[in-house]
Protein backbone atom coordinates (compact mmCIF):
# COMPACT_ATOMS: atom_id res chain seq x y z
CA UNK A 1 0.00 0.00 0.00
CA UNK A 2 1.56 3.44 -0.84
CA UNK A 3 1.32 6.20 1.75
CA UNK A 4 1.44 9.51 0.93
CA UNK A 5 4.22 11.70 2.96
CA UNK A 6 3.42 15.20 4.15
CA UNK A 7 5.28 18.05 3.32
CA UNK A 8 6.96 17.90 6.15
CA UNK A 9 8.40 14.46 6.00
CA UNK A 10 9.61 15.36 2.16
CA UNK A 11 11.53 18.10 2.98
CA UNK A 12 13.08 16.43 5.80
CA UNK A 13 13.92 13.36 3.67
CA UNK A 14 15.17 16.05 0.99
CA UNK A 15 17.53 17.20 3.91
CA UNK A 16 18.27 13.47 4.74
CA UNK A 17 19.62 12.76 1.95
CA UNK A 18 21.56 15.57 1.22
CA UNK A 19 23.19 15.59 4.43
CA UNK A 20 23.92 12.20 4.09
CA UNK A 21 25.97 13.34 0.55
CA UNK A 22 27.94 15.73 2.69
CA UNK A 23 29.01 13.32 5.71
CA UNK A 24 29.17 9.74 3.87
CA UNK A 25 33.08 9.86 4.20
CA UNK A 26 32.88 10.22 7.75
CA UNK A 27 30.20 8.22 8.24
CA UNK A 28 32.16 5.41 5.55
CA UNK A 29 35.18 6.08 7.76
CA UNK A 30 33.69 5.89 11.43
CA UNK A 31 32.04 2.52 10.41
CA UNK A 32 34.92 1.12 8.82
CA UNK A 33 36.62 0.99 12.05
CA UNK A 34 34.16 -1.60 12.84
CA UNK A 35 35.09 -4.80 13.14
CA UNK A 36 32.91 -6.65 10.63
CA UNK A 37 33.28 -9.99 12.31
CA UNK A 38 32.08 -8.16 15.12
CA UNK A 39 28.70 -7.49 13.83
CA UNK A 40 28.05 -10.15 11.90
CA UNK A 41 26.27 -12.39 14.54
CA UNK A 42 22.19 -12.13 14.00
CA UNK A 43 21.25 -12.41 17.57
CA UNK A 44 19.20 -10.49 19.77
CA UNK A 45 20.54 -6.93 20.63
CA UNK A 46 22.95 -7.31 17.57
CA UNK A 47 24.19 -3.42 16.21
CA UNK A 48 22.56 -2.86 12.93
CA UNK A 49 22.79 0.76 12.36
CA UNK A 50 25.08 3.39 14.04
CA UNK A 51 23.15 7.10 12.84
CA UNK A 52 24.42 10.25 13.98
CA UNK A 53 22.13 12.55 16.38
CA UNK A 54 21.10 15.07 13.42
CA UNK A 55 20.82 12.72 11.23
CA UNK A 56 18.49 10.70 13.57
CA UNK A 57 16.50 13.86 13.99
CA UNK A 58 15.72 14.38 10.25
CA UNK A 59 14.99 10.55 10.12
CA UNK A 60 12.07 10.62 12.57
CA UNK A 61 10.74 13.43 11.26
CA UNK A 62 10.91 11.96 7.62
CA UNK A 63 10.34 8.33 8.46
CA UNK A 64 7.30 9.51 12.11
CA UNK A 65 6.28 5.72 12.37
CA UNK A 66 9.75 5.16 13.20
CA UNK A 67 8.70 6.51 17.10
CA UNK A 68 5.47 4.89 16.98
CA UNK A 69 4.68 4.60 20.53
CA UNK A 70 3.06 1.22 19.05
CA UNK A 71 5.99 -1.48 19.40
CA UNK A 72 4.64 -3.58 16.75
CA UNK A 73 3.97 0.04 13.82
CA UNK A 74 7.56 0.77 14.95
CA UNK A 75 9.26 -2.46 14.49
CA UNK A 76 7.63 -2.87 10.84
CA UNK A 77 8.26 1.00 10.19
CA UNK A 78 12.07 -0.08 11.59
CA UNK A 79 12.70 -3.16 9.26
CA UNK A 80 10.74 -1.25 6.47
CA UNK A 81 13.26 1.39 6.81
CA UNK A 82 16.17 -1.08 6.83
CA UNK A 83 15.32 -2.52 3.57
CA UNK A 84 15.51 1.19 2.08
CA UNK A 85 18.78 2.53 0.12
CA UNK A 86 18.46 5.69 2.65
CA UNK A 87 19.74 3.16 5.72
CA UNK A 88 23.01 1.97 3.54
CA UNK A 89 25.27 5.06 5.24
CA UNK A 90 23.92 3.67 8.75
CA UNK A 91 24.87 0.08 8.51
CA UNK A 92 27.77 -1.02 10.62
CA UNK A 93 28.63 -3.73 8.54
CA UNK A 94 30.55 -2.84 5.39
CA UNK A 95 29.27 -5.82 3.73
CA UNK A 96 26.01 -4.55 3.85
CA UNK A 97 26.95 -1.20 2.41
CA UNK A 98 27.05 -0.18 -1.20
CA UNK A 99 26.88 3.55 -2.57
Excluded: C
Excluded at 9 to 32: F, G, I, S
Excluded at 53 to 80: G, I
Amino acid sequence: MYQEHSHIEEEALLVLKWRQTVDYAALDKQMDMQKDEIVTDLSFGRLALQIPEDHYELLTMAFPQLQNPDATVKTLAWKKFMKSDISLPYKVNSKQRSM
